[in-house]
């Protein structure tokens, strides 16, 4: 490793030791156990570790290869089988992880011509399976009905669409309706895949799981394409099971990347899943126990009772939960601090899960414990500001700047607003130039997350400089500045929707996490038409629209009839202004209509 990068890493992992954010791998707890998923005790149950070590005498240890290349041993057939019996359904594929079952589920399912629609708050498997898929995704808002369903609307001329939902969440502990989002996947001929890990060996008769509940309706039973059951969870073992149809077996053994490159799953392990199968379903009495100490818990720590065994305390900055983890474990209870980017910023957590084992004693300390360290009021986004205007281009210099500056005497006119360039490339500085175009109208400026002098994609302008843009930071700074005040606020982004901020991140994903009213400005002359309509065909893809298109240039009737019939919003003209300063844009936005911005 050469030493410039010895030092980049180290400096980032001081950077992350300063925010308290750094994180290292957490042995088995020897104390009180809260910490791991292994609710039932099933990794030491003697039957299924009796199934292992005899495996392991009678088959050896591993299984030698890739499944394809003769991996298949006859424990891992065998327990594709029980997995199959137990969740009533045809076939079932072992994979050596819930990881990799997720991603080799959605990558083989979806196309580039297809709409992924998941929800927010998926497991990173999901999400990464999404987007190496090639597909359009879609983010709906957490177990939100009528967000899907417009999404759903909105993603018609797809060829697939494929609807991603975690079970019972991993992180906040609540359990979507899966019913009511099998009926929109009925009604708009869509797919469902769930992921399962939390939810089978707890809920559903024998700990089948929460899609359980569709078994009792045909019509709902049939828009399931597969559902994802982890191994190393209540089944306290190692893998996860892909369960569905044998077209979806078989298609996934001939396309999934993630199974068809890798060695199959010990046989050990195998062995032991069909034994902990077995045992799991036997345990009515232990789930019991389970779900009451959570709802317990968290009654006594005045939380929302979750629907599993986890249930997560807030905290707020991860300092807080780092230091009431420590509180916990010198009671001689293991908790384990969740902080971002698991979670979102600002809401950093300590997830208790509660296991079929603690006492009452253990349940009791906890509450004591932490009760004077819960924040008098939850950790919320304060909700008083209205949602950013977000400008949002077709391509680089189509007019945001100005646009953003007519916009903010619109406003004006109403009372006081603010103005914001997360990430400003190369010079001149567009809020500078904003600020020249308001003069001394009510605006307060704020000042860029990010600057380079490069004049660039933010990804590019950031490499250039040996950075790189964190979209974690930009929402915090911009959850700042919507609770510190009520003033309606404009974010000019830089470049078009799908400009990359960093090799992971653009920004119609940042529009698809905020949900801003956006703005569209294109230019009115010609090519406007064929970038406007990819942008917006683009924003329909995750479920957004405009509320208004503000064309900046010489007046083009033509192009301006063609976008209208296209679109449900008002389209505005800017024209060539001269002088363009901020008399003219004031009188501008005072005979134009600005109806859309209430």
């Keep these: ?24 791998p957490v042995p088995t707890p020897e104390l009180s156990d809260f910490v791991t998923n292994d609710i039932l005790g099933a990794s030491k149950a003697a039957p299924v570790v009796d199934a292992a070590a005899e495996s392991a005498r009678t088959h050896g240890v591993g299984s030698g290869a890739s499944r394809l290349l003769g991996g298949d041993g006859e424990p891992i057939r065998n327990a594709e089988a029980a997995a199959a019996a137990w969740l009533k359904a045809p076939a079932a594929l072992l994979c050596p992880s819930g990881f990799q079952a997720n991603l080799g589920v959605v990558t083989s399912l979806a196309r580039p011509r297809d709409t992924i629609l998941s929800d927010e708050l998926n497991h990173a498997s999901l999400i990464d399976g999404a987007r190496l898929s090639g597909a359009r995704i879609s983010v709906f808002r957490h177990r939100d009905l009528h967000d899907l369903e417009q999404r759903l609307i909105g993603s018609r001329g797809s060829r697939r669409r494929i609807v991603v939902t975690e079970s019972l969440f991993s992180m906040d502990g609540d359990l979507a309706p899966l019913a009511a989002i099998a009926s929109l996947c009925k009604k708009y001929d869509a797919s469902l895949v769930v992921d399962e890990a939390h939810a089978v060996g707890l809920l559903g008769p024998e700990g089948s799981g929460a899609c359980a509940i569709l078994e009792a309706n045909p019509d709902l039973k049939e828009v399931l394409a597969a559902r994802i059951v982890t191994g190393s969870k209540a089944l306290g073992v190692a893998g996860a099971f892909v369960v569905g149809s044998e077209a979806l077996r078989d298609t996934l053994v001939n396309h999934a990347r993630s199974f068809v490159f890798t060695t199959g799953i010990a046989l050990p392990v195998a062995s032991a899943l069909s034994a902990a199968i077995e045992w799991v379903k036997g345990r009515d009495k232990e789930r019991g126990k389970i779900l009451t100490g959570a709802a317990f818990l968290a009654s006594e720590l005045r939380l929302p009772v979750p629907d599993g065994a986890i249930v997560p305390v807030p905290q707020g900055p991860p300092e807080v939960a780092l230091e009431a983890a420590e509180t916990l474990r010198s009671q001689g209870i293991a908790v384990h601090a969740v902080r971002p980017p698991t979670v979102p910023k600002g809401t950093s957590r300590l997830r208790i ?11 009791k300390t906890i509450v004591r414990t932490l009760l004077p360290l819960i924040p008098s009021a939850p950790v919320e986004p304060q909700t008083h500001a209205p949602k950013p205007w977000v400008v949002i281009g077709t391509d680089t210099d189509a007019g945001k700047t ?4 007519f916009v903010l005497h619109a406003l004006a006119n109403r009372g006081p607003a603010a103005y914001w360039k997360p990430i400003q490339s190369g010079q001149p500085s567009d809020t500078e130039t904003v600020r020249e175009l308001m003069a001394d109208a009510p605006i307060t400026f704020h000042e860029p997350a990010y600057e380079f002098d490069l004049p660039a994609s933010p990804d590019q302008s950031a490499w250039a400089e040996g950075r790189r843009i964190n979209e974690n930071v930009v929402d915090a700074q911009l959850a700042e500045k919507l609770q510190a005040s009520s003033m309606p606020l404009v974010i000019e982004t830089a470049g078009g929707l799908c400009v990359p901020w960093n090799e992971d991140f653009q920004t119609s994903d940042w529009v698809a996490r905020q949900r801003p009213n956006l703005i569209l400005v294109a230019r009115s002359g010609l090519g406007t038409l064929n970038h406007t309509q990819l942008t917006l065909h683009a924003m329909h893809a995750f479920g957004q629209k405009p509320k208004v298109l503000i064309l900046v240039g010489p007046f083009h009737e033509e192009n301006r009839a063609g976008l209208q019939g296209k679109l449900a919003c008002p389209i505005l003209q800017i024209p060539h202004l001269d002088p363009l300063d901020a008399h003219a844009l004031r009188e501008l936005a005072q005979t134009l209509d600005s109806t859309w911005l209430d």
């Design 1 to 24: 490793m050469s030493s410039r990068l010895q030092r980049e890493l180290e400096d980032a992992l001081n950077r992350l030791d300063k925010a308290h954010m750094r994180r290292f």
């Design 353 to 363: 899960v509660v296991h079929a084992d603690h006492s009452e004693r253990d349940l």
């Design 402 to 405: 100005v646009a953003s500056a």
